[in-house]
């Protein structure tokens, strides 16, 4: 990994998670999807503008090295690059927030105290835990408008009485059952 770095703004809890899961600065796994992203948006320093420099707030992330793209002449990325950036990593930290809980939803211990215990786990300040605990339910009820009900207890198939029809036009190779 290079040691040029670009800055984004991520929400306060964000920013604790991704440096206490990928390091300050928030360094990706080689050939992930992340760094794909960070790769196509980078660009050469354009004349006239200064790199940049970190600002109160802003979270560091390393940009990877790259044969086709030398960070040594590509370590720029403009405001909309940055927004792409954020959003994988936004998009990261919702993927692991509901893998996580999500399993764990069944147990008898309460919500609350459940996503408490993971910003805890994963460098999150207890501050930040509501804003946590609404991003997971704004998931959940996301998916409940489209009918899919998260909530579920159990998910019970009977494949037992599926009964399968193999029409006339198919091969005589299927026995009807």
Request: proline share 5%; glycine share 6%.
């Amino acid at each position: 990994m290079s040691k040029f770095v670009l800055y984004v703004n991520l929400p306060k809890y964000l920013h604790e998670w991704a440096t206490h899961q990928l390091g300050d600065p928030v360094t990706f796994p080689q050939y992930s999807n992340e760094n794909a992203v960070i790769r196509s948006f980078l660009q050469k320093l354009p004349a006239g503008v200064s790199p940049d420099v970190r600002t109160d707030g802003a979270t560091a992330v390393a940009i990877p090295d790259s044969a086709s793209k030398p960070v040594e002449y590509y370590n720029y990325m403009g405001d909309r690059g940055k927004l792409a950036v954020v959003e994988v990593i936004k998009d990261l930290f919702t993927r692991a927030l509901w893998n996580d809980i999500n399993q764990m939803e069944k147990s008898p211990v309460g919500l609350n105290q459940l996503i408490a215990a993971w910003c805890e786990m994963h460098g999150i300040g207890l501050d930040r835990v509501e804003t946590v605990r609404q991003r997971y339910y704004r998931i959940r009820k996301a998916y409940y408008k489209h009918g899919i009900n998260l909530k579920k207890s159990s998910r019970q198939h009977n494949h037992d009485s599926v009964d399968f029809q193999v029409s006339e036009t198919e091969s005589n190779n299927h026995t009807q059952q």
